[in-house]
């Protein structure tokens, strides 16, 4: 993540829009302009055909052993699944997958967070695990070097994501005791992440970094902002009263390109055009699943994408509406925990 803008909650997108809405109906096709689209799901990987927003499973020779994928990251065409039996890499557009393991220097353990860092000293691929630390490669994920509390100081073994802000150096980490901030793969190794995380009692941090801010966020329902790095934090206890984010936990947050703020909460999503002064909500009868949501994705066209446990709903007009698109229509499993867009 970037210069930044720090925002805490459960989990953090972006994305613009137009607030007038109407209802999709259900046989209206959402055209994506990308290459193509993977989605997480509990039972594998689904991929987009034709630029439609129509899926197929993927991995036809089994390889990812039908797991629960909770992450999907794309670095320069190589693929990383973080599943819930380990890390998994594909070099053929996700067609066949190579599990990663000890003789890689990383444990088939739950992984649930990939970061990148690209400096101008070290290029290293992050992988975060519930229960065993932290994995660093410093050659594009072929090999790991593990980081625990035990062998290397660091708050926990639950890692949740990562944040990286290249004009500043900066290197964010998200556990489940907290956010903490550091500069290189090296302080990582050594433990040098700060006695004190600067953000307190997030429960299972997140972050994200785009447009050059960092966002991050907990299961607790504060939200915070920063503009200098994370060293300074504003917290709002409530943004607005009545905008339903007053007493609830934001699982995902975006924004698109013209600024416009996406919060998801439970079922539903909050969308801001006047940065969090006030709210519109968008539920099921705008078209979105009525499943918890996992994640919101925004791709470069601000098609915005919201993964939920019933499903992925999309929206191709800033969120004014949503189609909605399930296991019926070919995702490998209903249940998506995270999309990515491969451009």
């Known amino acids: 993540m970037k210069h930044l803008l720090l925002i805490l909650g459960i989990c953090i997108i972006i ?20 290459n193509y689209v993977l989605l997480a799901t509990n039972e594998g990987i689904s991929k987009s055909i034709g630029g439609t927003p129509f899926y197929e499973t993927i991995d036809s020779n089994n390889s990812l052993n039908g797991g629960n994928v909770y992450t999907l990251f794309n670095l320069e065409n190589r693929l990383f699944a973080g599943t819930a039996n380990g890390l998994y890499i594909s070099d053929d557009d996700g067609s066949n997958w190579i599990s990663k393991g000890v003789l890689d220097g990383i444990d088939q353990v739950a992984c649930q967070a990939i970061g990148y860092v690209n400096g101008s000293a070290e290029e290293l691929v992050l992988i975060g695990t519930e229960s065993n630390g932290m994995y660093i490669s410093s050659n594009g994920g072929d090999n790991y070097v593990n980081v625990t509390v035990a062998d290397n100081g660091i708050s926990s073994d639950n ?12 290197i964010f980490v998200g556990f489940d005791t907290g956010l903490y901030v550091t ?6 190794l050594d433990g040098n992440m700060g006695y004190d995380p600067i953000v307190l009692n997030l429960g299972d941090a997140a972050s994200n970094t785009i447009n050059s801010i960092l966002y991050a966020g907990g299961e607790n329902m ?16 409530t943004i607005q ?16 390109s013209q600024g416009v703020w996406f919060a998801a909460t439970g079922s539903r999503i909050q969308i801001s055009e006047d940065n969090g002064a006030s709210f519109i909500t968008k539920n099921w009868t705008d078209g979105l699943s009525n499943g918890l949501i996992n994640d919101i994705t925004i791709d470069s066209n601000d098609t915005i994408f ?20 399930k296991s019926a229509d070919g995702l490998a499993n209903s249940s998506v925990s995270e999309v990515i867009v491969v451009e």
Request: proline share 1%; aromatic share 10%.
């Open 15 to 34: 994305a613009g829009c137009d607030l007038s809405g109407n209802l999709q109906s259900a046989d209206e096709e959402v055209i994506l302009s990308n």
């Open 159 to 170: 890692v949740t994501a990562f944040a990286v802000d290249p004009l500043a150096g900066s």
């Open 183 to 188: 500069y290189t793969g090296a302080d990582i």
């Open 222 to 237: 504060d939200v915070y902002v920063s503009t200098d790095n994370g060293l300074f934090l504003v917290q709002w206890e």
């Open 241 to 256: 009263a009545g905008n339903y984010l007053e007493n609830e936990s934001v699982q995902g947050f975006a924004i698109n």
């Open 306 to 325: 919201i993964s939920t446990i019933d499903g992925v709903s999309i929206s191709s007009d800033d969120g004014v509406t949503f189609t909605t698109y």
